[in-house]
């Protein structure tokens, strides 16, 4: 199975490059604090979709894939941290952040029933 030809895979990869630019803004403080955390938990979502699909078992599969749930729902908190504390600037910014957590979560549920039932 191809990751990269999938569109979970492909807005996860989105929403790395979307952290990323919205972490930029963050006070210098928090560069080793929650920016760090917030890059770390989008990084983890491409690569353990990408890891799984390199495995032989769907079992192996799901587990990634469970994995790169965790860490699209502990980016989303993260995400409502940053705006409880102040740290989102840019309303659209956010706005666009958020919407494409929830569709790229969308997805990777998709995939994951597609995963299970197979």
Request: hydrophobic share 40%; proline share 2%.
């Amino acid at each position: 199975m191809m990751h990269r030809d999938m569109e979970v895979y492909k807005h996860s990869m989105r929403l790395v490059k979307d952290i990323y630019l919205f972490t930029k803004g963050f006070p210098k403080e928090e560069i080793y604090g929650l920016a760090s955390q917030m890059k770390r938990a989008a990084v983890s979502v491409p690569s353990n979709i990408a890891e799984g699909c390199g495995r032989k078992h769907n079992k192996e599969l799901h587990n990634f894939l469970s994995i790169a749930l965790g860490s699209l729902i502990e980016l989303e908190t993260q995400v409502e941290i940053a705006e409880m504390l102040g740290f989102a600037q840019d309303q659209a910014q956010t706005k666009q952040l958020t919407n494409n957590l929830v569709q790229t979560k969308q997805l990777l549920l998709g995939f994951m029933r597609v995963v299970h039932n197979v």
